[in-house]
C-alpha cells in the first residue's frame, strides 16, 4: 500500500505562483507514475500533470502546458507542481495520485490518491 501526503496549497491572485508538494510513503517502489489530478465545485476531475519516475517523462494538460511543471525528488520520493500564472479557472481541490502500472495517461490505474489540497485563484 503506498500512502500520498499533499501539502502547499493555498490562495493566491490571479498571475501568482504556488509550488504543490506531493510525498510518498510504505509501498513505494511499486510505483511508476505519479500525477496531478484536480476537481472544482461540480465538475469532474481532471488529469493536470503527470510524471513517470523511472526516466522523468513528463505529460500535461493543454490548459496548463507553459504554466505549470511537474519534477520529482526521489531521495525525498516526493513530486512537485509548480503552479505559475495561476487563473481563476484553476481554482479547485488537486489531488496526487500514483500507479504501478507504465502508463501515465490511463488515468484508470491511478488507484492511490492523497487527500488533496485547496488551490484557490483570485482574479
Known amino acids: 500500500q503506498v500512502q500520498l501526503v499533499e501539502s502547499g496549497g493555498g490562495s493566491v491572485q490571479a498571475g501568482g505562483s504556488l509550488r504543490l508538494s506531493c510525498t510518498a510513503s510504505?509501498?513505494?517502489?511499486?510505483?511508476?507514475?505519479m500525477g496531478w489530478f484536480r476537481q472544482a465545485p461540480g465538475k469532474e476531475r481532471d488529469g493536470v500533470a503527470w510524471i513517470y519516475l523511472g526516466g522523468g517523462s513528463t505529460y500535461y494538460a493543454d490548459s496548463v502546458k507553459g504554466r505549470f511543471t511537474i519534477s520529482q525528488d526521489n531521495a525525498k520520493m516526493t513530486v512537485y507542481l509548480q503552479m505559475n500564472s495561476l487563473k481563476s479557472e484553476d481554482t479547485a481541490m488537486y489531488y496526487c495520485?500514483?500507479?504501478?502500472?507504465?502508463?501515465?495517461?490511463?488515468?484508470?490505474?491511478?488507484?492511490?490518491w492523497g487527500q488533496g489540497t485547496q488551490v484557490t485563484v483570485s482574479s
Open positions: 510504505g509501498y513505494t517502489s511499486s510505483i511508476r507514475c
Open positions: 495520485a500514483a500507479q504501478s502500472g507504465g502508463n501515465c495517461y490511463a488515468f484508470l490505474q491511478y488507484n492511490n
